[in-house]
């Protein structure tokens, strides 16, 4: 497991833009694990929202942010990002950051092992 940061969730109107950060101290283990972002909103489940391998080769995307969101990675700095573009009230979420050792992107919830805290984005029409 990695101890995972998150950063940079805020307030913003709709159509407006957020980057979200990810990062870890673990060190060399950082670019062995795949990496996702999921969120949940108030008195929803949490959801699967994208994420990469750990080569960043492969990504998949949940339907609802295709076109809007990119995710990256940069193992040199052990972090991977999250740009929103577009945003939505819907949108509306706390987003938590996940690692998975096997190293392979993932949908589902339980292939992640590590967790972040988890950082506010909240969308005004």
């Known amino acids: ?74 193992n040199a700095k052990n972090t991977v990002y999250l740009q929103m573009n577009s945003l939505k009230p819907e949108d509306t979420a706390v987003y938590y950051c996940a690692a998975a050792g096997s190293g392979l992107g993932s949908t589902q919830a339980e292939q992640y092992d590590s967790w972040g805290q988890g950082t506010q984005v909240t969308v005004s029409a």
């Not at 979200?20 to 673990?26: A, P, V």
């Not at 060399?28 to 994420?51: C, D, H, I, T």
């Open 1 to 74: 497991q990695v101890q995972l940061v998150e950063s940079g969730g805020g307030s913003v109107q709709a159509g407006g833009f957020l980057s979200l950060s990810c990062t870890t101290s673990s060190g060399r283990s950082f670019s062995n694990y795949a990496m996702a972002w999921f969120r949940q909103a108030p008195g929803k489940e949490r959801e699967f929202v994208l994420s990469i391998d750990w080569r960043g080769r492969y990504t998949y995307y949940a339907d609802s942010v295709k076109g809007r969101f990119t995710i990256s990675r940069d």
